[in-house]
């Protein structure tokens, strides 16, 4: 990467301060030095300000209850050879929380017009290795205008969190595998692309905003790839077997969530349906499969079954 290319981190955080505050740290510990970092705080309620004030990321706590205020303040790299650099940290909260999409739009957009060239994206929960970001830019020597991501991995058992199915092979000839989508865990995008493709969708707002991104690139003539040598931990998104295991569905905890995950899902299947290989046949089988990890592994109302599927088509 040129040296006259600067480099943010896009960071959405929600009542998660102790992991977000190991987040920042990794991030200040990159062997390549960031120029910034983008927080999005969706109007925490855990005390997340006074932890980031307290840690020396942010001069003063910005109440943000009528609208969306922002606080600018530096602090230094903390890696070996990147020590002494300052990062700018620009803290931005938001006057309400508009979920995980909302909050990378916000970002990206926010660091798009501040004119940084790169955005790295991730959730608060996120944990890079210290080279995670120096691996991921070389992996982009391939090709500069497309989309990169690191394994994601459980920090618990080392096993792949998100994975393509020909990924678990363990003999490559290069160092970056082609992917449908990059996940918004470690997704490093440059400005240019952004500029073709727009920003993520912020009415998707929990789940999904990154696959339909991916998907949109796509559209648009831009891949998504993984290097295999980028590493990045992430806690698994726990499942639950369902119809004599025939099924394996994400396990979600309450109605919003359960309803997000299956219009979304619905909205993506219907809208992408060339770029997910999906013939007609197959769309309808994926959208009966989607609709049965609801209607027959979960405590959500019917009613909110098929408002979402309703949401889904018409979106």
Same mark, same amino acid.
């Given at each position: 990467?040129?040296?006259?290319?600067?480099?943010?981190?896009?960071?959405?955080?929600?009542?998660?301060?102790?992991?977000?505050?190991?987040?920042?740290?990794?991030?200040?510990?990159?062997?390549?030095?960031?120029?910034?970092?983008?927080?999005?705080?969706?109007?925490?309620?855990?005390?997340?300000?006074?932890?980031?004030?307290?840690?020396?990321?942010?001069?003063?706590?910005?109440?943000?209850?009528?609208?969306?205020?922002?606080?600018?303040?530096?602090?230094?790299?903390?890696?070996?050879?990147?020590?002494?650099?300052?990062?700018?940290?620009?803290?931005?909260?938001?006057?309400?929380? =508009?979920?995980?999409?909302?909050?990378?739009?916000?970002?990206?957009?926010?660091?798009?017009?501040?004119?940084?060239?790169?955005?790295?994206?991730?959730?608060?929960?996120?944990?890079?290795?210290?080279?995670?970001?120096?691996?991921?830019?070389?992996? =982009?020597?391939?090709? =500069?205008?497309?989309?990169?991501?690191?394994?994601?991995?459980?920090?618990?058992?080392?096993?792949?969190?998100?994975?393509?199915?020909?990924?678990?092979?363990?003999?490559?000839?290069?160092?970056?595998?082609?992917?449908?989508?990059?996940?918004?865990?470690?997704?490093?995008?440059?400005?240019?692309?952004?500029?073709?493709?727009?920003?993520?969708?912020?009415?998707?707002?929990?789940?999904?905003?990154?696959?339909?991104?991916?998907?949109?690139?796509?559209?648009?003539?831009?891949?998504?790839?993984?290097?295999?040598?980028?590493?990045?931990?992430?806690?698994?998104?726990?499942?639950?077997?369902?119809?004599?295991?025939?099924?394996?569905?994400?396990?979600?905890?309450?109605?919003?969530?359960?309803?997000?995950?299956?219009?979304?899902?619905?909205?993506?299947?219907?809208?992408?349906?060339?770029?997910?290989?999906?013939?007609?046949?197959?769309?309808?089988?994926?959208?009966?499969?989607?609709?049965?990890?609801?209607?027959?592994?979960?405590?959500?109302?019917?009613?909110?079954?098929?408002?979402?599927?309703?949401?889904?088509?018409?979106?």
């Amino acid at each position: 990467m040129p040296k006259h290319e600067t480099v943010c981190a896009v960071v959405v955080t929600y009542n998660r301060k102790n992991i977000l505050l190991e987040c920042l740290d990794s991030l200040l510990k990159q062997t390549h030095a960031l120029d910034a970092i983008y927080l999005i705080d969706n109007a925490s309620s855990d005390g997340t300000p006074d932890m980031l004030k307290k840690a020396g990321f942010i001069k003063e706590i910005l109440s943000g209850q009528s609208e969306t205020v922002e606080d600018e303040h530096s602090i230094r790299m903390l890696s070996e050879g990147t020590q002494g650099k300052e990062v700018t940290i620009h803290y931005v909260r938001m006057h309400k929380n =508009t979920g995980g999409a909302g909050g990378f739009h916000e970002g990206v957009k926010r660091g798009y017009n501040k004119g940084y060239q790169w955005l790295w994206l991730m959730d608060d929960d996120c944990l890079p290795q210290i080279n995670c970001l120096e691996l991921l830019f070389k992996a =982009t020597r391939l090709n =500069t205008y497309a989309l990169y991501g690191p394994i994601v991995a459980d920090a618990d058992t080392g096993e792949y969190v998100w994975v393509s199915a020909d990924l678990k092979q363990k003999h490559f000839h290069s160092d970056t595998h082609m992917v449908r989508y990059v996940p918004f865990n470690g997704l490093l995008i440059n400005r240019w692309v952004v500029h073709q493709i727009g920003l993520p969708l912020s009415k998707m707002i929990l789940y999904g905003d990154d696959v339909e991104y991916g998907l949109r690139a796509k559209r648009m003539g831009f891949n998504s790839y993984i290097s295999l040598k980028s590493y990045l931990t992430h806690p698994r998104v726990k499942t639950v077997n369902i119809m004599f295991s025939i099924l394996k569905c994400p396990y979600l905890y309450d109605e919003k969530r359960g309803y997000y995950r299956l219009r979304n899902g619905i909205y993506i299947s219907k809208h992408y349906a060339r770029e997910l290989g999906l013939g007609w046949i197959r769309l309808i089988f994926r959208l009966i499969k989607n609709s049965a990890c609801w209607i027959f592994g979960r405590s959500i109302s019917h009613k909110t079954i098929i408002q979402a599927i309703i949401d889904g088509v018409r979106m």
